[in-house]
């Protein structure tokens, strides 16, 4: 019983300071110095929510973002495999960025 009681503490402060340490480290973080980095339609994010057991936050894609006034993203729309949900930046995670491609660029091909 009291190996139960030790490996469930192990798991939660595993998972205490996944969440506290290594998820934040996943977003590079550019607040000032690049404005560039808002959010797009079509990435890949992971939807943080300390309240889900460890291992159950969603995965979903950005549908919709909404600027503010000065220009810069602060809320999205994500579809996940079940629902469409509004989250706001900060509660997002950034697995894999849009890839977009410049279509005013000149065509090398001739």
Request: hydrophobic share 35%; glycine share 8%; with cysteine.
């Amino acid at each position: 019983m009291q190996e139960m009681k030790t490996d469930t503490d192990l798991g939660n402060h595993f998972g205490s300071r996944w969440l506290k340490e290594y998820i934040p480290a996943l977003q590079e973080r550019h607040k000032w110095s690049n404005p560039n980095g808002n959010a797009q339609v079509g990435d890949l994010v992971l939807l943080v929510d300390p309240c889900f057991p460890r291992g159950s936050w969603l995965l979903g894609r950005i549908i919709k973002v909404m600027p503010v006034k000065d220009g810069l993203v602060r809320t999205a729309v994500v579809k996940t495999k079940s629902s469409n949900l509004i989250r706001r930046i900060q509660k997002l995670c950034l697995l894999e960025e849009t890839r977009t491609i410049q279509k005013d660029s000149p065509d090398d091909s001739g």
